[in-house]
């Protein structure tokens, strides 16, 4: 069975336990209490649930008139198709909604060819970050 909908505390902190610490380990550096920031933080946020287990966060915030992406994926997910179609559907509503949407993480070869293929573009890169972004065609 499969959920789609915010995710409640103990699913987000147990998805931020299970994640890789590649997908983590900017959250953890920033932010203590994640469910709580994410609370009082997200203008948007959706989770994806299977089978009971979380697989998926995606929440929006908002910093100096910007927008900003932050998500965590469970590792080992089996569901690559679901989780690739909902996320992307997801994320292009928020950007219909929004404007224009960041996104900044670690450089890393699987995350940096994922974010590409749900449509983001580079927008800069240091020695180990990279920022992307996404609007509509046309806007």
């Known amino acids: ?18 994640a890789q610490d590649s997908e983590t380990r900017n959250l ?8 709580e920031f994410f609370q009082r933080k997200a203008v948007r946020q959706s989770g994806i649930i299977i089978n ?11 910093r100096r008139n910007k927008y900003f992406l932050w ?5 080992n997910v089996r569901e690559q198709f679901t989780l690739y179609k909902v996320s992307k ?3 292009l509503k928020w950007v ?7 996104a900044k993480m670690e450089k890393n070869i699987k995350h940096t060819n994922w974010v590409k293929k749900m449509g983001f ?8 970050l990279i920022t992307f972004y996404l609007k509509l065609e046309g806007a």
């Open 1 to 18: 069975m499969i959920e789609i909908r915010p995710l409640n505390k103990s699913e987000l902190l147990k998805l931020i336990d299970e």
């Open 28 to 35: 953890k550096q920033i932010i203590k209490e994640p469910f």
């Open 52 to 62: 009971g287990k979380p697989i998926y966060f995606g929440a929006i915030t908002q």
């Open 71 to 75: 998500t965590v994926v469970n590792k």
């Open 89 to 91: 559907r997801t994320i």
């Open 96 to 102: 219909k909604q929004l404007g224009i949407i960041y």
């Open 121 to 128: 573009k580079v927008l800069e890169e240091t020695d180990n």
